[in-house]
């Protein structure tokens, strides 16, 4: 579930500052959601998203260490 957020707020982003780099003049949607990309909540919002997405995987990693592996290999 976390990774369709990440993955969702970096699209907006990315569409936003692609469709903002072409600096049409006028106020259009791109320019609109490139200004709505750089503001502070946003940023904040993309903080913690990213914070929960590694903690997430870091937890996941940790608990993969301490279990046995299912199979163990035959030497």
Known sequence: MNVM???????????ASWLGSFGSPNITISSLLLHAAET???QL?????VLLF???YES???T???E????PKVT
């Open 5 to 15: 957020i990440v993955v969702r707020l970096l699209g907006f982003y990315l569409v």
């Open 54 to 56: 590694t903690s997430q």
């Open 68 to 71: 046995p592996p299912l199979h």
């Open 60 to 62: 996941s990693a940790l």
């Open 45 to 49: 919002i993309m903080h913690i998203v």
């Open 64 to 66: 993969a260490l301490r």
């Open 40 to 42: 502070r909540l946003f």
